[in-house]
């Protein structure tokens, strides 16, 4: 017997500005339309392709360094600069903590993928040399949005398209290329589709690999540590945060294990004074000079705020927040109150943007202000080299506040979208429903 199609929810039936998007391919889907006759494997494979042209157009626009090199001040006046080439400065090395390697500044799985695109690149002239790893590490960020955009559509399959905002973000094309965050973002959105498909320890211990990618998948943990307590769910809640412990113990051995220090590259970042995007780089903007050790201690200060944001809002029965909401309210809190919010930041959120189901009319007017300040940042950076022709520090710090509010706004959609749909109002057109998100043991 014939199995029945699983009837999907459509974007383009409920979100203005997807359905008007889609005015260019034939409109809207019809009411008797044939959805749901492929699985959710067919979207992320298109959304995967499409994802891919956007960071051909991030390669284009990094075409001047592209053709001339990432040297300054001419990477920050044609906003080509990328974190990526600079793994070719060092000569090829024995481990990524050798002197001059990525484990000084980067954690232990970046540094480690860093090391190894670097050990493929084959040695030649530097600017040949630096083309090579930007082309590689080109390729390995496109397979890594793959992941993301598969996790993401398997994580909903009932609506896969909503994997379009990781695939075809605007963001993709300033921040994609600018480092390896997209490894930690996979394997966040790996982590989160363990954890729907009721596997918590698979779950914790992809979150953990996560955090030895960069720090903000920390998060998640937390959210999904509290979505487990509040629902008295103590076997899932001690399997994901058991993997958790293993995957991060782990990462940490790697690092020792040939002999370097895994911890290095947060005493950098303890050592750091605020950086680009930084609401306290606001308020050095405005005369009042932070040292090192109080930034840390309010980026410190920021984590435990997001905590008891997180414990607040996964307790109050009038919102009762998923683990997708609950970690993009805590991630904002994170952000805005740390040392630095890079370019590449923005990645974090577009998987928890999708499995929210906010509509696009706030991800393209988040993702607007993104690019503007994606000008903004290099313009400023290059104020060491030019006065003249960078931007002046009160035009930077309004971008930046404008930046951050943006970010608080997609985190109070975010809640503003839980409870519509605890109030039994209508499903938004990405059909996300909560429970999904609340997997069991």
Same mark, same amino acid.
């Given at each position: 017997?014939?199995?029945?199609?699983?009837?999907?929810?459509?974007?383009?039936?409920?979100?203005?500005?997807?359905?008007?998007?889609?005015?260019?391919?034939?409109?809207?889907?019809?009411?008797?339309?044939?959805?749901?006759?492929?699985?959710?494997?067919?979207?992320?494979?298109?959304?995967?392709?499409?994802?891919?042209?956007?960071?051909?157009?991030?390669? @284009?626009?990094?075409?001047?360094?592209?053709?001339?090199? %990432?040297?300054? +001040?001419?990477?920050?006046?044609?906003?080509?600069?990328?974190?990526?080439?600079?793994?070719?400065?060092?000569?090829?090395?024995?481990?990524?903590?050798? =002197?001059?390697? +990525?484990? #000084?500044?980067? $954690?232990?799985? &970046? *540094?480690?993928?860093?090391?190894?695109?670097?050990?493929?690149?084959?040695?030649?002239?530097?600017?040949?040399?630096?083309?090579?790893?930007?082309?590689?590490?080109?390729?390995?960020?496109?397979?890594?949005?793959?992941?993301?955009?598969?996790?993401?559509?398997?994580?909903?399959?009932?609506?896969?398209?909503?994997?379009?905002?990781?695939?075809?973000? $605007?963001?993709?094309? !300033?921040?994609?290329?600018?480092?390896?965050? /997209?490894?930690?973002?996979?394997?966040? *959105?790996?982590?989160?589709?363990?954890?729907?498909?009721?596997?918590?320890?698979?779950?914790?211990? @992809?979150?953990?690999?996560? !955090? /030895?990618?960069? =720090?903000?998948?920390?998060?998640?943990?937390?959210?999904?540590?509290?979505?487990?307590?509040?629902?008295?769910?103590?076997?899932?809640?001690?399997?994901?945060?058991?993997?958790?412990?293993?995957?991060?113990?782990?990462?940490?051995? @790697?690092?020792?294990?040939?002999?370097?220090?895994?911890?290095?590259?947060?005493?950098?970042?303890?050592?750091?004074?605020?950086?680009?995007?930084?609401?306290?780089?606001?308020?050095?903007?405005?005369?009042?000079?932070?040292?090192?050790?109080?930034?840390?201690?309010?980026?410190?200060?920021?984590?435990?705020?997001?905590?008891?944001?997180?414990?607040?809002?996964? =307790?109050?029965?009038?919102?009762?927040?998923?683990?997708?909401?609950?970690?993009?309210?805590?991630?904002?809190?994170?952000?805005?109150?740390?040392?630095?919010?890079?370019?590449?930041?923005?990645? %974090?959120?577009? $998987?928890?943007?999708?499995?929210?189901?906010?509509?696009?009319?706030?991800?393209?007017?988040?993702?607007?202000? #993104?690019?503007?300040?994606?000008?903004?940042? %290099?313009?400023?950076?290059? &104020?060491?080299?030019? #006065?003249?022709?960078?931007?002046?520090?009160?035009?930077?710090?309004?971008? =930046?506040?404008?930046?951050?509010?943006? %970010?608080?706004?997609?985190?109070?959609?975010?809640?503003?979208?839980?409870?519509? @749909?605890?109030?039994?109002?209508?499903?938004?057109? &990405?059909?996300?429903?909560?429970?999904?998100?609340?997997?069991?043991?």
């Amino acid at each position: 017997m014939p199995r029945t199609p699983v009837r999907l929810a459509v974007p383009s039936r409920g979100d203005g500005v997807v359905a008007q998007a889609c005015e260019v391919i034939g409109g809207v889907v019809g009411r008797y339309a044939g959805v749901g006759r492929r699985p959710w494997t067919f979207a992320a494979a298109l959304l995967s392709a499409a994802a891919s042209v956007f960071v051909a157009l991030g390669v @284009l626009q990094k075409n001047h360094c592209v053709r001339s090199g %990432w040297s300054t +001040p001419g990477s920050l006046w044609r906003a080509c600069y990328s974190d990526l080439p600079g793994a070719v400065t060092a000569q090829h090395l024995s481990d990524p903590w050798a =002197t001059g390697g +990525p484990g #000084e500044s980067q $954690p232990v799985l &970046t *540094a480690y993928l860093t090391w190894l695109v670097r050990l493929l690149t084959p040695e030649g002239s530097g600017l040949v040399e630096q083309r090579f790893y930007f082309a590689a590490a080109a390729i390995v960020i496109v397979l890594l949005i793959a992941v993301t955009v598969a996790a993401v559509a398997a994580t909903l399959p009932r609506s896969p398209w909503v994997a379009a905002h990781v695939a075809l973000s $605007p963001v993709l094309i !300033t921040a994609s290329l600018m480092s390896y965050d /997209m490894l930690g973002v996979a394997l966040m *959105a790996l982590g989160v589709l363990a954890w729907t498909r009721r596997h918590p320890l698979m779950a914790g211990t @992809l979150l953990g690999a996560a !955090t /030895m990618a960069r =720090t903000f998948p920390a998060v998640v943990i937390v959210a999904i540590a509290l979505v487990a307590w509040r629902e008295r769910r103590q076997t899932a809640l001690w399997r994901v945060l058991s993997g958790a412990v293993a995957a991060i113990a782990v990462g940490l051995i @790697l690092g020792w294990a040939v002999g370097g220090d895994p911890l290095a590259s947060y005493q950098v970042w303890s050592d750091q004074s605020a950086g680009y995007g930084s609401s306290w780089l606001v308020v050095q903007i405005a005369g009042l000079d932070l040292p090192a050790a109080a930034l840390t201690a309010l980026a410190v200060i920021g984590w435990v705020l997001a905590l008891v944001v997180g414990v607040y809002l996964a =307790t109050d029965r009038e919102r009762n927040l998923d683990v997708a909401h609950l970690s993009l309210v805590m991630l904002v809190v994170v952000m805005v109150t740390g040392k630095s919010v890079s370019v590449q930041s923005a990645l %974090w959120l577009l $998987p928890l943007i999708a499995l929210c189901g906010l509509r696009w009319r706030d991800h393209l007017v988040w993702a607007g202000i #993104e690019l503007a300040s994606f000008a903004a940042v %290099w313009m400023y950076a290059g &104020t060491s080299f030019n #006065e003249n022709r960078s931007l002046p520090g009160p035009a930077y710090a309004l971008l =930046t506040v404008l930046r951050l509010l943006a %970010w608080i706004g997609l985190a109070w959609q975010a809640v503003a979208t839980q409870r519509r @749909l605890d109030e039994g109002e209508a499903l938004p057109p &990405t059909g996300v429903r909560r429970p999904i998100l609340s997997a069991a043991d």
